[in-house]
């Protein structure tokens, strides 16, 4: 067999999105996909021409090896999607600069491929499914941290794995869904396309989705906030847009949200209170001795959205704290900045929740699950 595809081992219709492989035949395989909610480009690490990898733990995708690989135009539309970043090589190839809003950057060809899915739907044998050519980052070099060997934009541009799939395979449709394990697992999480991204657990409920002006992002509204049984405060239209995103840890909330939710959350737990050993996290407690600090002694809070559908995200106590250091949890929600104004559901507030995204509906569903068990045969 040629090194002519790339094979994610995953499932197209239910997949594991996180410590995914990525392999190319002739035995290329590389630990791929870290799924991001809010950004579009695809990209896998890419062997350089004559350089050799010196690294026995990076994997990298030897484009000369594969006989469907393929370079895109810098004046097609797939080029322009990439924004600013993108410009002409001297052989009128789409190169990009695509920066993270943490900073990080990452730098390639943007490039063709056939990708083959490694599918296994509910009591189904597994079987692969080709998609050819699918557009991709083929990524020379990186500025920052990235825990992988690549990245799956999950946004709602036209680069998008979302959207292309979407167009390739339409049963699909633009649907896909995710359920993060706690980030103390060691399981992967499930990343769901098509049918199998319908969200039915008891309690699921939708919000609509809101035009925030960037078709990359999905912002639903948020109408209140609440601890335990007690709503702590009521946002205003001009106020409520929330980024829905998988890719960012903490919870960024207005700081009107932010300053009741302090005040109420410090009344009601009894841990003693001490600095952020950091001096970014606001509430921050000892609990050297507390047992299971994550499970008891926390309340429950509630990001209630609007729109008339009951959706909500209930925060367990392992949503809305981190452990920062042995002995100290800090709550993993921080207030927006001038520099960093926009809301944002962080991935730690979502996990255990399977959230699911219809496009075509244009709306956001939620519902509280166990994560492991719920899509452990994925």
């Known amino acids: 067999m040629s090194a002519s595809v790339l094979v994610l081992a995953a499932v197209l219709l239910a997949f594991a999105a996180t410590g995914v492989a990525v392999a190319g035949g002739d035995g290329f395989s590389v630990e791929f996909i870290h799924r991001d909610s809010p950004s579009d480009l695809v990209w896998v690490k890419c062997k350089k021409e004559n350089v050799n990898v010196t690294s026995p733990t990076e994997k990298q995708f030897d484009p000369s090896r594969s006989s469907t690989y393929g370079h895109v135009s810098c004046n097609s539309a797939a080029c322009a999607a990439l924004g600013h970043g993108a410009a002409c090589d001297g052989d009128s190839n789409c190169c990009y600069l695509y920066a993270y809003g943490d900073g990080s950057n990452t730098t390639g060809l943007l490039s063709t491929e056939t990708f083959t899915f490694d599918a296994a739907g509910d009591g189904e044998k597994s079987r692969q499914v080709r998609v050819g050519g699918v557009k991709f980052g083929c990524s020379t070099a990186t500025g920052g941290s990235f825990p992988s060997d690549g990245l799956v934009g999950l946004g709602g541009g036209a680069v998008s794995l979302v959207t292309q799939l979407a167009g390739k395979v339409t049963s699909l449709g633009r649907r896909f869904s995710y359920c993060l394990v706690p980030h103390t697992s060691n399981t992967s999480s ?44 009521e946002l205003s239209p001009s106020k409520s847009n929330i980024i829905v995103d998988s890719g960012t840890t903490l919870t960024f909330l207005h700081p009107s949200v932010m300053a009741p939710l302090v005040d109420e959350l410090s009344r009601r737990i009894g841990f003693p209170r001490v600095e952020s050993p950091d001096g970014v996290l606001d509430l921050c407690y000892d609990v050297t001795g507390g047992g299971a600090p994550l499970v008891g002694g926390i309340p429950e809070l509630a990001l209630e959205f609007a729109g008339g559908g009951g959706a909500e995200v209930v925060m367990k ?41 219809d496009l075509d509906a244009g709306e956001v569903t939620f519902a509280a699950a166990d994560c492991v068990r719920r899509f452990s045969s994925s």
């Open 317 to 357: 106590g392992e949503n809305a704290f981190v452990m920062v250091e042995e002995g100290t949890i800090c709550l993993a929600m921080i207030a927006t900045k001038e520099e960093q104004p926009v809301s944002i559901l962080g991935n730690l507030a979502q996990q255990n929740i399977h959230v699911g995204y």
């Open 190 to 233: 499930a990343l769901n396309f098509g049918s199998h991204a319908a969200v039915t657990e008891p309690g699921a409920a939708s919000t609509p989705l809101v035009d925030s002006g960037i078709e990359t992002y999905y912002t639903v509204s948020l109408a209140a906030v609440k601890v335990g049984n007690k709503t702590v405060a």
